[in-house]
């Protein structure tokens, strides 16, 4: 039966019983008495009256966020229907608005048989081509609003860091923004964080350094501790002994840096006690990393769906799973021909942006491949993600036609060469190499074991090369891949 919540003790209650759990585990992996622990503080609430200790009372800044997530708080408890009507409501706002104020969206809308005021239920929403992101791309400027109403505050461009080179240009609003800010203090309270710890954030287009508090997200909301900040282009050696000297109790990082920063810790023995959770961003999290943070430092991995141009688009709740947060995203799941699918089956990420007025992103292919899934556990009626499975450039094509997202554990292959670092890129239809950065030159025999298994586990019975290369270098967004598609 869903919970029935709408009081700040509830939410707060369930995300101490969630990070209880997971300091029982950390501390049951390295026998420490339970019994010691201390439960961790509130997040208390920041107040702009000094004489009003308890209870506090926000800045406006504050209370907007707040009010914001007191709604967040009970919508996600709404049934699938009631939070499909909803989103259909908001959605009408949306197109509406794209057929009033921006002539490409009036045309496409309208090729489509959207009139305004027409209900956008069923079939009519899902004759609306799908819009690529090579489009988004071509349409440039002319996907941009520039007669949105002052209500939405103030505009700002952006454009995404892409892997491939290819940015896409976007525009943010100041109300789009504090859906990002208040969505990122939704996942804090989901996953029970201590806010009073030290976060430390090792990722790209950050300058190296510290701060008094978590950052944006919590300005004005919740009282934290200090944020300390280092670029991922650093060395993970370094990365390590940095996190030694500031034993955080939080890591924000991508899955792959995060993977580099156990292995070396495993090797070197190095932990870090004081630390609770790390949470991961931008990339696909291998379940094998997670097992790894487990065992080398004990704690779990939270990780979080999103994109720059759409915002947050998943986050994991207590049950470990992925729910959409669909009061902002309307996310479809559809095959090659367009018609959805139902849980369990992979297909194309479709999105549309709920609240971002300026440049409406409906339809939008954002490139990504996933899975519903069933119901979850935990009671909550936002749509669950069974699998996030990667992208196309990700997926190994064989020359009879089918194409997978291979998977390839370490396990099965690192006992076999001193292997640092590995990289799969497929270059031809037959043809895949194994980028290797080694510890020292491979024999043949290695050479030809690596070979072997690769075609085993990549499921690739044609050419297997290896490369002994020096370095494998992020892309800009600092976004590693394991397996990379050169094919287009
Ligand atoms: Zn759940």
Redesign the pocket.
């Known amino acids: 039966m869903p919970r029935v919540t709408g009081e700040w003790h509830v939410v707060f209650g369930a995300g101490y019983s969630g990070i209880s759990s997971m300091r029982h585990r950390q501390q049951q992996s390295r026998g420490i008495d339970r019994s010691l622990e201390k439960k961790p503080s509130a997040p208390t609430i920041c107040g702009r009256i000094s004489s009003c200790d308890w209870l506090p009372i926000p800045t406006d800044a504050g209370a907007q966020s707040l009010a914001l997530l007191f709604q967040l708080d009970r919508s996600q408890w709404l049934s699938p229907e009631e939070l499909r009507a909803a989103q259909v409501r908001q959605l009408q706002v949306l197109v509406g608005e794209a057929m009033r104020a921006i002539p490409v969206w009036k045309e496409r809308l309208g090729a489509a048989g959207v009139r305004e005021g027409l209900p956008l239920e069923g079939d009519l929403f899902t004759r609306i081509p799908v819009l690529t992101r090579p489009t988004v791309q071509q349409m440039g400027e002319a996907l941009w609003n520039h007669r949105l109403g002052a209500a939405h505050g103030g505009v700002h461009r952006g454009q995404t860091s892409g892997s491939t080179g290819m940015p896409v240009r976007y525009l943010q609003t100041d109300v789009t923004r504090l859906f990002w800010r208040v969505f990122t203090l939704r996942e804090h309270l989901w996953q029970g964080r201590d806010c009073s710890g030290k976060l430390s954030a090792i990722r790209s287009n950050v300058e190296n350094g510290r701060s008094a508090t978590w950052g944006a997200a919590t300005e004005h909301v919740f009282h934290t501790g200090p944020g300390v900040s280092l670029n991922i282009r650093e060395d993970v050696a370094v990365q390590l002994d940095w996190l030694v000297a500031e034993a955080p109790q939080y890591i924000l990082t991508h899955p792959s840096n995060l993977r580099s920063l156990l292995r070396l810790a495993a090797a070197r023995d190095v932990p870090l006690p004081g630390l609770l959770q790390v949470r991961t961003f931008g990339e696909m999290l291998p379940v094998e990393t997670v097992d790894l943070c487990r065992q080398v430092w004990g704690v779990g991995v939270a990780d979080v769906y999103s994109s720059e141009e759409v915002g947050n688009i998943a986050f994991q ?1 207590e ?1 470990g ?1 992925y ?1 959409v947060q669909a009061e902002n995203v309307l996310l479809e799941i559809i095959d090659s021909a367009g018609n959805p699918l139902p849980p369990g089956r992979v297909g194309r990420v479709v999105i549309t942006v709920l609240h971002n007025l300026a440049m409406p992103l409906i339809r939008y292919e954002i490139g990504d491949y996933a899975a519903f899934g069933e119901a ?1 556990l ?1 009671g ?1 009626g936002l749509p669950v993600l069974e699998r996030i499975a990667g992208r196309q450039r990700n997926m190994l094509r064989l020359p009879d036609g089918t194409e997978h997202w291979p998977s390839f554990p370490e396990d099965r292959w690192a006992g076999i060469a001193p292997i640092r670092q590995l990289q799969v890129v497929q270059t031809a239809i037959d043809r895949v190499v194994l980028r290797a950065v080694v510890g020292r030159p491979l024999t043949p025999s290695e050479v030809d074991a690596l070979r072997r298994i690769f075609a085993e586990v990549l499921c690739f019975p044609h050419e297997i090369t290896v490369a002994e290369v020096d370095h494998i270098p992020r892309p800009p967004n600092a976004k590693f891949e394991d397996f990379v598609s050169e094919l287009g």
Do not use: A, D, S, T
Request: charged share 45%; aromatic share 0%; with cysteine.
């Open positions: 709740c049950e799973r729910h979850c935990c909550r």
